[in-house]
């Protein structure tokens, strides 16, 4: 999910706005969301309502409704090779969302193409069911479809199962994007940033914009773009790899500040027909204050992924927010986010220093306080003590515990003996 937000100023007057839109790219599986995830109990108690759900996680499929391929030579009962699916799925907005749509936005306007708020990529053959009340509108290129909501109802889009006589067409990708980490050890690293131009005929041109932590601490200088890739298409002439200065048009740079602010770097780049650059620079890992790292510090820190905004395109181009002029309007692409790992001080090390060090204590001090408190005397200092009268009273003592247990059994045994003897004699 992204947040664009970007201020829009009319070409006549003052009067700016500043627009935000909201993105939201996931990929989907279908019949893993329409699994049941247990019943919906409410309850009633004391006009309180309560929801309990008696188990959320969704169940897996059972074995006998797995669809496994047994055409294969080595399929067997222990195990199931999937199916290829040559059909469309069936799928609704509630079973996958878990309810429809409530209505449309107030804000929507009443009518035009700003009325249309719920669209979808399918071939015009693709049977839709939708809620009553909805309008639907195909779009002249034959895979997309819009649908104006009603006002405070429910949309609901049902997609049954069916076979296509024509797949799909799946559009060509304008720019190819791939950011990862480079190097190693605690110190430094490094990022590399692959840029795939897949167009034979045309360049891209485009913006490249990374919002940096401050405890990431680029060098500028190390920035370099070069051409590592390039697919010559027949009847060309020779290829010359164009330098850094000639990739990267335009530059802009705001260093870091610790702990304030972190660091943008704003890059202009072109990128030649069927042609892949690479784009790397290298940087120093701060080191935290350790109030700083969370509770999983070993696991790292998130790091923003890279933003790009498209300039310019092929003008072959099917994308419906395609200009006149060829340029692109509010096509965005965003990279993967990635994980840097921190030099990480060992938390645990303050634990075991403090147990150590408490026990070593406790040792020397009840060793020092029974040498200062307690006093040792010998027997014969005593008086009226010698190892007699301790052997005595020692064992006087143990005589008078057995005698005691042992006159006590007899009591017990006596006391049996004569409860029996009156009974019969009654």
Known sequence: MSIDVRPICPAEGDGCIVEMEQTVDMVLDIERSKRQRGQLWRLFLWSTVLTVIDNPIPRPVPTEELLCDTSKPYASNEACYPLDITYEQSWSLSEVFGRPIKGSCPLTEGDGADSET???????EREIYTSAGAVERKLSDGSSRCYKLPTNEDFDMVLPQQTLSTPPPIAQPLLYAERSFTGHG??????????????HTSPVEFIYLESLPWFMKPYLHTLQARITDHTQPPHRPPFSSPSSSEIIK??????????????????RITVPPA??????????????????????????FDVAPAIIRLLSFPSNTTDAKANADGSAANIYIRTTSLLLPLPTPDFSMPYNVIILTSTVMALAFGNVFNLLVRRFVGADEVEGWD??????????????RVVGWVGGRVVRLRDRVLGKWRGKVE
């Open 250 to 267: 335009e530059t802009y740079y705001r260093p870091a500040l610790d702990r304030r602010r972190g660091t943008q770097l704003e890059l």
């Open 387 to 400: 190892l007699r009268t301790v052997k005595g009273m020692v064992v006087g003592k143990v005589k008078g």
């Open 118 to 124: 719920v669209c979808i990529n399918v071939p015009n």
């Open 186 to 199: 605690q110190e430094r690293g490094g990022v590399q940033t692959l840029l795939t131009n897949p167009s």
């Open 275 to 300: 042609s892949t650059v690479t784009l790397t620079y290298d940087f120093d890992k701060a080191i935290l204050r350790y109030t700083e790292y969370p509770p999983d510090a070993n696991r790292g």
